[in-house]
Nanobody, 127 residues
Framework: QVQLAESGGGLVQAGGSLRLACAASGRTFNNYPMAWFRQAPGKEREFVAARTPLGRPTNYADSVKGRFTISISRVNDKNTLFLQMNNLKVEDTAVFYC??????????????????WGQGTQVTVSS
């Protein structure tokens, strides 16, 4: 059974930083795209960043370029997806979700392309 578990959310002041982590278990996602999405209250889920371990370019939403960095590492024998978020803004407040594809090669911005989702972690940025 595939499981994605996010952690690292919290409350931070504008201009601050947070690092989100998503531990993947149940299968190896070494060769398949993984991504971060977010959903603010009353809004649709939106793409944040995607990483394709096959060496293709990392994909970021325009709103986070230069502030967020997506990466993947092996931690405690589990593939872990990270999202380093710097210079956070009030408008970044949302529930952040990690997602993984079971196939494909591109880091799609379309949430419908992803097969596995975590439960989400809340990020709140205060002014």
């Amino acid at each position: 059974q595939v499981q994605l578990a996010e952690s690292g959310g919290g409350l931070v002041q504008a201009g601050g930083s947070l690092r989100l982590a998503c531990a993947a278990s149940g299968r190896t996602f070494n060769n398949y795209p993984m991504a971060w999405f977010r959903q603010a209250p009353g809004k649709e889920r939106e793409f944040v960043a995607a990483r394709t371990p096959l060496g293709r370019p990392t994909n970021y939403a325009d709103s986070v370029k230069g502030r967020f960095t997506i990466s993947i590492s092996r931690v405690n024998d589990k593939n872990t997806l990270f999202l380093q978020m710097n210079n956070l803004k009030v408008e970044d407040t949302a529930v952040f979700y990690c997602a993984a594809r079971s196939g494909g090669a591109s880091g799609s911005a379309d949430p419908g392309q992803y097969d596995y989702w975590g439960q989400g972690t809340q990020v709140t940025v205060s002014s």
